[in-house]
């Protein structure tokens, strides 16, 4: 696969440096720390997520990092010390169980999409109209997350393949270290369009900047978001309750509105 990587351009945009793996917390009290290993497709769903999760009172710290899932998977290999892991799919979690890093079950916590996002003043597409603007002459470069670690990024190429595009707009992709890194290129102009999470684009600077197109039914895959307790967990109750809140109504309806 041909791969453009603009390294002149990331410089200058500053995103040369590992970016997404940043923390938010939110504080009910400072002793207990539960610490998550995130999908970059969480970074404005899951900050929501803790704080109605906090509400509660009980004195703890929720620190989560943003990566992309492979990422996350390797540094987990090697010895990171998450809590728990919410992945953009199933199969990272499970081969954790497999490889004795994780304690817990798998479980689905989300389903995610993958979507058409570009600046409003890209006339790129009429509505209803997203494969059109994939194959459309004005898109130069198309922004994705990458592939080999990333499980958006497997799911925008397949969603390419399935529409007979990949091999017309291969020359064309720039990759992403994660969907969110995807989203910035297209964002700050490093991209026409990107492939990414309706998590993402239902975000408030993606809605005020850009506009998103779905695309039609099975043309596009569905990720099944799987999380998993991590063997070396400090806070066992604390991460079974946090798992428990996503899985509740509350939770998944939190979840919802942020487009997964």
């Known amino acids: 696969m041909r ?11 500053g995103l040369a440096r590992p970016i997404f793996a940043e ?3 939110a504080e009910g009290g400072s002793e207990r720390v ?3 290993g995130a999908a ?19 004195p703890l710290r929720i620190e989560a990092t943003y990566a992309s899932s492979g ?11 998450w809590d ?21 079950e798998v479980f ?48 925008a190429e397949e969603t390419l393949r399935r529409a007979g595009l990949f091999a017309g707009v291969e020359g064309k992709l720039v990759f992403g270290e994660n969907v969110a890194q995807a989203f910035q290129f297209a964002q700050q102009g490093a991209a026409d369009a990107c492939l990414i999470s309706r998590s993402l684009a239902l975000a408030p600077a993606a809605q005020k900047e850009g506009r998103f197109e779905e695309f039609p039914p099975g043309t596009s895959p569905t990720l099944e978001q799987g999380g998993v307790i991590l063997k070396g967990c400090r806070q066992w109750d604390l991460a079974e309750a946090f798992r428990d809140f996503l899985l509740s109504p509350e939770g998944q309806k939190l979840l919802r509105s942020h487009g997964l």
């Open 108 to 155: 689905v916590y989300a389903h995610g999409s993958v979507i058409l996002w570009a600046r409003k003043e890209a006339d790129l597409w009429k509505a209803g109209q997203a494969l059109a603007a994939l194959r459309s002459a004005s898109l130069r470069r198309l922004a994705l997350a990458n592939p080999r670690v990333a499980p958006y990024g497997r799911a």
């Open 84 to 104: 728990l892991f919410l992945a953009a799919d199933q199969e990272y979690p499970q081969r954790l169980v497999v490889a004795g890093v994780a304690r817990g």
């Open 23 to 25: 923390q938010i917390k």
């Open 3 to 13: 791969r453009l990587w603009l390294p002149w351009l990331l410089l200058a945009l």
């Open 71 to 81: 990422k996350i998977y390797a540094e987990l290999l090697q010895g990171a010390n």
């Open 34 to 36: 539960l610490r998550i």
């Open 40 to 58: 970059a497709d969480l970074r404005y769903a899951l900050p929501e997520a803790i704080a109605a999760f906090s509400q509660g009172g009980n």
